[in-house]
T-cell receptor, first 109, second 120 residues
Framework: GQNIDQPTEMTATEGAIVQINCTYQ??????LFWYQQHAGEAPTFLSY??LDGLEEKGRFSSFLSRSKGYSYLLLKELQMKDSASYLC??????????WGAGTKLIIKP | DTAVSQTPKYLVTQMGNDKSIKCEQN?????MYWYKQDSKKFLKIMFS???????INETVPNRFSPKSPDKAHLNLHINSLELGDSAVYFC???????????????????FGPGTRLLVL
């Protein structure tokens, strides 16, 4: 079966750094997406990785290791507005997105 | 300017009723999707349409039927609503369905604001 695993919830302090991990087992791989979803709102696109390595975009970075079936989202200089759920999704060999349940990130002052 | 819009935003109804949720995108995208997000926050794809052609039809009950009058609209009709249908339903769109054309960068999906359905 296909499986995406993320921690259910994480807590971090404003101004700090947090790393949200995602491991996956899918039938084929055509890239991994990270989305942000604030409570009561729609998911919004953050990043896409298809090759191994780190992609940096401002305060957010995403890393991928295809051989390990592993990705992480790194958030730096945390702000209160970063409190949200972060969804990991993998595109399988049929180009279908397989979604994780999301990691709820709580930022404390 | 709303890229992907859905109506209604909230829908409360009785078991057994029939209801529709409308979705429109003004991005000129070729593919539209319907997702169900349950209380556990899993996003599960239900349907996608590419140029009026059903591409994906996951194992959803046939009480759910997508209707696409044109490529800017994908409506979801639900017959004989059940308690378990209570969830948030998201519409999304993307420029191209990655399965149609081999691309290095699969197009990002843009989501509508969601419709919160409560079946009593």
């Amino acid at each position: 079966g296909q499986n995406i695993d993320q921690p259910t919830e994480m807590t971090a302090t404003e101004g700090a750094i947090v790393q949200i991990n995602c491991t996956y087992q899918t039938s084929g791989f055509n890239g991994l997406f990270w989305y942000q979803q604030h409570a009561g709102e729609a998911p919004t696109f953050l990043s896409y990785n298809v090759l191994d390595g780190l992609e940096e975009k401002g305060r957010f970075s995403s890393f991928l290791s295809r051989s390990k079936g592993y990705s992480y989202l790194l958030l730096k200089e945390l702000q209160m507005k970063d409190s949200a759920s972060y969804l990991c999704a993998v595109m399988d060999s049929n180009y279908q997105l397989i979604w994780g349940a999301g990691t709820k990130l709580i930022i404390k002052p | 300017d709303t890229a992907v819009s859905q109506t209604p935003k909230y829908l409360v109804t009785q078991m057994g009723n029939d209801k529709s949720i409308k979705c429109e995108q003004n991005l000129g995208h070729d593919t539209m999707y319907w997702y169900k997000q349950d209380s556990k926050k899993f996003l599960k794809i239900m349907f996608s349409y590419n140029n009026k052609e059903l591409i994906i039809n996951e194992t959803v009950p046939n009480r759910f039927s997508p209707k696409s009058p044109d490529k800017a609209h994908l409506n979801l009709h639900i017959n004989s609503l059940e308690l378990g249908d209570s969830a948030v339903y998201f519409c999304a769109s993307s420029q191209d369905h990655a399965g149609v054309e081999l691309r290095i960068f699969p197009e990002t999906q843009y989501f509508g604001p969601g419709t919160r359905l409560l079946v009593l």
